[in-house]
């Protein structure tokens, strides 16, 4: 295997330097609210491919949120990172973040309204496989991501880094049709015992197809480089979580995508 | 990176025609007992080789064992399956299974002494780099394979499939120089959301890097096909979770040999 690894590495680098990741931004609507989302593509690629939505944190559709929807795009799908505030809505300090998660936290059907305008514009993207469908998100994006796949959401898989595993009412049995991974900071403080066990009964008694990962050390927001480097304040970030966590998601995509 | 996992996937399939896993059966001693142990090696290999320790469930050094080592060696590396218990010894019931394992439950000083002398050569082995080494382990195995992570043995990495985690004391603050990668069923009844919670407390506690995955409706002996399809018995094989444990293990061995 490690010739194999050898022949893969000079091989792989020959394609990547081949691949080129294109990028546009992408106005749409969710009812009177207009939204604007980033799609990300790699240009070499032919053929319909999977499509990855990509939902940001609760700070809003940031650089942050389009260059992990880059990263995605250079796995060889396409990926939609949404908008679910509105274009150009970006919150600055906790306290405008959480102004503007909560009502979608409060209001889970439109929140998964919200969701489902942007993986519409997904599924309609040029060279996207729409069936096969996925969802990943961070923090916020990561509740946002199970909400789609609570509401029986047509995705294989479904993925939350660091996501709120909260849900607003039971899930019915048989609604998830998504492989849900959670990836998950050990050590994150804004994620209780209590509320991984009421995850993992909730998910049981839906049926659902589950995976959770727990990353020792790792706090809220550990693949965020600009979460800084201090633990002790709940919220950071962690190289080796973060690089575990996204080859977890690699994995879990590919398998979903088989 | 469609287009590359094509190439590897042909270059792959070419050499992996070429390897060719070796086995032969080898004979050690830990005092006065004699042990047979089973080694596996890809004889395409060339050069040192990192080297993995492979610890059988509570039955004893069966083909299960081996036949795991021989898919370790397969991934490119010299693999040892130990044995506990001494050469031919065997249980074919869970109550004789019980008798054999019980007694080095209880004298972990004992187990973590049977555990290094197939520690030993595996170190020794032909083809092995020394300096790059890690123990993984099913059931019991597992639980011995994280014995000798607390240990403090010089191991990279140490993986265990559903193993029981309960620690004989306390471990000492950076005692743990493995990383520890623990696979479990999320709806394993032999493994308790106490011990769980007391594994990660010990582990945070000794300051050592660990992840845990829960694979949904897997409970013990997920990975083992002899172990029946019935998972309400608490015992049963899941070809899922088998599958994705064994990607997170290769994952992980990678990184430890990096």
């Given at each position: 295997m490690r010739t194999l690894w050898t022949v893969v590495a000079v091989f792989g680098l020959a394609?990547?330097?081949?691949?080129?990741?294109?990028?546009?931004?992408?106005?749409?609507?969710?009812?009177d609210v207009v939204l604007e989302g980033w799609l990300a593509w790699d240009d070499a690629a032919t053929g319909p491919r999977p499509g990855v939505l990509v939902v940001?944190?609760?700070?809003?559709?940031?650089?942050?949120?389009?260059?992990r929807a880059e990263q995605v795009a250079?796995?060889?799908?396409?990926?939609?990172?949404?908008?679910?505030?509105?274009?150009?809505?970006?919150?600055?300090?906790?306290?405008?973040?959480?102004?503007?998660?909560?009502p979608l936290y409060k209001d889970r059907a439109g929140m998964r309204r919200r969701a489902k305008a942007g993986l519409d514009v997904l599924a309609k993207a040029p060279?996207?496989?729409?069936?096969?469908?996925?969802?990943?998100?961070?923090?916020?994006?990561?509740?946002?991501?199970?909400?789609?796949?609570?509401?029986?959401a047509d995705l294989k898989?479904?993925?939350?880094?660091?996501?709120?595993?909260?849900?607003?009412?039971?899930?019915?049995?048989g609604a998830v049709k998504a492989r849900v991974l959670v990836l998950h900071g050990a050590a994150d403080p804004h994620v209780s015992a209590e509320e991984l066990a009421a995850f993992e009964a909730e998910m049981n008694a839906a049926g659902a197809d589950w995976s959770l990962?727990?990353?020792?050390?790792?706090?809220?927001?550990?693949?965020?480089p600009a979460a800084g480097s201090d633990p002790s304040k709940g919220v950071a970030y962690d190289e080796r979580a973060d690089r575990r966590s996204w080859q977890a998601m690699r994995l879990w995509l590919e398998e979903a995508f088989e």
């Amino acid at each position: 295997m490690r010739t194999l690894w050898t022949v893969v590495a000079v091989f792989g680098l020959a394609l990547l330097a081949e691949a080129e990741v294109k990028t546009r931004a992408v106005e749409y609507r969710d009812g009177d609210v207009v939204l604007e989302g980033w799609l990300a593509w790699d240009d070499a690629a032919t053929g319909p491919r999977p499509g990855v939505l990509v939902v940001h944190e609760w700070w809003g559709h940031n650089d942050y949120a389009r260059k992990r929807a880059e990263q995605v795009a250079a796995e060889g799908y396409v990926a939609f990172a949404l908008d679910m505030y509105g274009k150009g809505v970006l919150a600055t300090t906790a306290e405008e973040a959480g102004k503007l998660a909560m009502p979608l936290y409060k209001d889970r059907a439109g929140m998964r309204r919200r969701a489902k305008a942007g993986l519409d514009v997904l599924a309609k993207a040029p060279g996207v496989d729409a069936t096969r469908l996925a969802s990943i998100g961070y923090c916020f994006g990561g509740s946002v991501s199970l909400e789609l796949a609570r509401d029986g959401a047509d995705l294989k898989g479904v993925v939350s880094f660091h996501g709120g595993l909260k849900a607003g009412g039971p899930t019915a049995r048989g609604a998830v049709k998504a492989r849900v991974l959670v990836l998950h900071g050990a050590a994150d403080p804004h994620v209780s015992a209590e509320e991984l066990a009421a995850f993992e009964a909730e998910m049981n008694a839906a049926g659902a197809d589950w995976s959770l990962v727990k990353y020792s050390g790792a706090v809220h927001a550990f693949t965020n480089p600009a979460a800084g480097s201090d633990p002790s304040k709940g919220v950071a970030y962690d190289e080796r979580a973060d690089r575990r966590s996204w080859q977890a998601m690699r994995l879990w995509l590919e398998e979903a995508f088989e």
